[in-house]
């Protein structure tokens, strides 16, 4: 404490770099420790009163904010609570992305027969429209589930169906660049449900229709860019 005392009685040049080059050393340690935490923070504190004070360099001003944020780092922001999941839900969400495989397919289709579905449905349909969280090639899987299960419970593909292409059309019309792959991802299922028969070839085209119309009407979204070739890659 004596040199660092020293260093900012005269804080200029080679003491600055003394004082920065200790408290990087040891000053975490005196910050956090008990006995010299009052004695560091109002050495610290000095030190940029200091550093305001004086007009010092681009370099010099930058070793003091590090030294003194090494020793006393701003607070993080806290950190967003874990959304909270029911058994069954956690459990849907294991069979779809963790275990659903090409082996797996049909011991999945079983265990979510299993659930009762009266409860579990809307969380299933909320799940499978979530196909980015899966590999893209494995989304066929998922439309051979929607298949499987729909000789079971025929609302299943129905709301499946309609969440997907109002989710496709907000998504297309948010022209949200973030979002492009999420979108990609559910025009990959709805063809999917179309090979598995699921949908109608006219489900099919309207959403190609959608696709290829920018919009241009007042109260429509606006028309897309010359270079924009995203409703193409949809459409392909």
């Known amino acids: 404490f004596g040199c660092q005392q ?8 080679q003491n600055i770099e003394l004082a920065c080059n200790l408290l990087e050393v040891c000053g975490r340690f005196l910050y956090r420790t008990r006995a010299t935490h009052q004695r560091t923070r109002n050495m610290l504190e000095t030190m ?4 305001n004070v004086k007009n010092l360099d681009n370099r010099l001003d930058t070793m003091v904010e590090n030294a003194y944020c090494l020793c006393r780092p701003p607070e993080r922001a806290a950190r967003s609570k874990k959304k909270v999941r029911t058994a069954e839900e956690e459990y849907v969400r294991h069979l779809l992305f963790s275990r659903l495989s ?3 397919l049909e011991d999945v289709k079983k265990q979510l027969r299993k659930l009762p ?3 579990c449905e809307g969380y299933v349909v909320k799940s499978l429209l979530k196909v980015h969280k899966c590999k893209y090639n494995q989304v066929y899987l998922l439309a051979s589930l ?3 299960l729909a000789a079971y419970h025929q609302a299943l593909a129905v709301h499946l169906v309609d969440d997907l292409l109002s989710e496709m059309r907000t998504l297309l019309h948010a022209g949200d660049f973030g979002r492009q792959q999420r979108l990609l991802s559910l025009v990959k299922l709805l063809g999917e449900l179309y090979n598995d028969l699921v949908v109608d070839s006219h489900v099919v085209f309207d959403a190609l229709y959608t696709f290829l119309s920018p ?6 979204p606006m028309p897309d860019p010359p270079s924009d070739c995203f409703r193409i890659r949809l459409v392909c």
């Not at 020293?6 to 040049?13: E, N, Q, T």
């Not at 940029?48 to 550093?51: F, N």
């Not at 919009?215 to 429509?220: E, K, Q, R, T, V």
């Open 102 to 104: 090409r082996h797996t």
């Open 6 to 13: 020293a260093c900012l009685d005269d804080f200029a040049y």
């Open 215 to 220: 919009g241009s009407d007042a109260a429509g």
């Open 146 to 148: 929607v298949s499987g």
């Open 48 to 51: 940029l009163r200091l550093k």
């Open 117 to 119: 579905w009266d409860t």
